[in-house]
């Protein structure tokens, strides 16, 4: 069954940091960029991150441009998005999924950052 499983969500206080992981299943992920997503509070999905799977290449945010980085391990099948100096608007349901070619929406990884 292809698939994408996040994890790594949490509470964090502003200012703070936290690692998201999305492993992808029934598919290889070399072959597809791979993007993060997230959704605010009463907010529509966004697209926050994504990195090609042909040269690396990066696209972020301007929202989170210099604060989040995004990564890929190929040999384990993930998807990485470091996540640093977080503010409240970061707070919202973080997703992974494939910007080129989309498959169904998992359940996503809550992030809440809050004092």
């Known amino acids: 069954q292809v698939q994408l499983v996040e994890s790594g969500g949490g509470l964090v206080q502003p200012g703070g940091s936290l690692t998201l992981s999305c492993a992808a299943a029934g598919f290889t992920s070399v072959s597809y960029t791979l993007g993060w997503y997230r959704q605010a509070p009463g907010k529509g999905r966004e697209l926050v991150a994504k990195?090609?799977?042909?040269?690396?290449?990066?696209f972020y945010a301007d929202s989170v441009k210099n604060r989040f980085t995004i990564s890929r391990d190929d040999g384990k099948n993930m998807l990485y998005l470091q996540m640093r100096r977080l503010n409240a608007d970061d707070t919202g349901v973080y997703y992974c999924?494939?910007?080129?070619?989309?498959?169904?929406w998992g359940q996503g990884t809550q992030v809440t950052v809050s004092s």
């Open positions: 990195i090609s799977h042909r040269d690396g290449e990066t």
């Open positions: 999924n494939r910007p080129n070619s989309f498959i169904g």
